[in-house]
């Protein structure tokens, strides 16, 4: 089973809103990632998980929050989101690190309004 | 530090042409290289990866990519173009031990009938 899951595939809330994006892996990975990607842009990073401790934070707002409550699931919590936060959110994992192959979940798509 | 250029972001083919989409990159250190497909509303998927064994590298649905240390590209092929390649394509780059994949601007693949 080589799939990455996330719910909601939609998801529309308004900049007052608390709504959480969730991620689920089976294949035993270790290593999992938060990217935003913007129409016709490529995705950026934007949280990793390493052994279910965040390692890497990419100057993200705080107004998005990673959780990792054990290997195999991830979630981001957002909350006070602003319209420019709308894109495309995509899960991804891998055995390792970011050098090993991703593999990536359907994506969130995010409207703030 | 990392970077890759994807030459061209709009490709153009006849069915059945061939399929020539550019990635040149830059790196300090031997790089990975990735090739991902996202097709509209869906997440990424890996259609090959070079880490540095066989400088040839095949992939998914037909498609290969082959490592030029001296020209620093990894340019992704296909002989034949089929309508369902219609995509957009991601070139990607990491290093061992790194804290980042690095991804290209992409670049959309039509495919003529």
């Known amino acids: 089973d080589t799939e990455v899951t996330q719910t909601p595939k939609h998801l529309v809330m308004g900049m007052t809103n608390k709504k959480s994006l969730k991620c689920e892996q089976h294949?035993?990975?270790?290593?999992m990632y938060w990217y935003k990607q913007k129409a016709k842009k490529p995705p950026e990073l934007m949280f990793v998980?390493?052994?279910?401790?965040?390692?890497i934070n990419e100057s993200v707002p705080s107004r998005f929050s990673p959780e990792c409550p054990n290997s195999s699931l991830l979630n981001l919590h957002l909350h006070a989101l602003q319209p420019e936060d709308s894109a495309l959110y995509l899960c991804?994992?891998?055995?390792?690190?970011?050098?090993?192959?991703?593999?990536f979940g359907p994506g969130t798509r995010l409207t703030v309004l | 530090a990392q970077s890759v250029t994807q030459l061209g972001s709009h490709v153009s083919v006849s069915e059945g042409a061939l399929v020539l989409l550019r990635c040149n990159y830059s790196s300090s250190v031997p790089p990975y290289l990735f090739w991902y497909v996202q097709y509209p509303n869906q997440g990424l998927q890996l259609l090959l990866k070079?880490?540095?064994?066989?400088?040839l590298v095949k992939g998914i649905n037909g498609f290969e990519a082959e490592f030029k240390k001296s020209e620093t590209s990894f340019h992704l092929t296909k002989p034949s173009a089929h309508m369902s390649d219609a995509a957009e394509y991601f070139c990607?780059?990491?290093?061992?031990?790194?804290?980042?994949?690095?991804f290209g601007t992409g670049t959309r693949l039509t495919v003529i009938p």
């Open positions: 070079y880490t540095s064994a066989a400088t």
């Open positions: 294949m035993g990975h270790r290593a």
């Open positions: 990607a780059v990491s290093v061992p031990g790194a804290n980042n994949l690095f």
């Open positions: 991804a994992s891998s055995q390792e690190g970011l050098s090993d192959t991703q593999y």
């Open positions: 998980y390493s052994y279910e401790k965040l390692s």
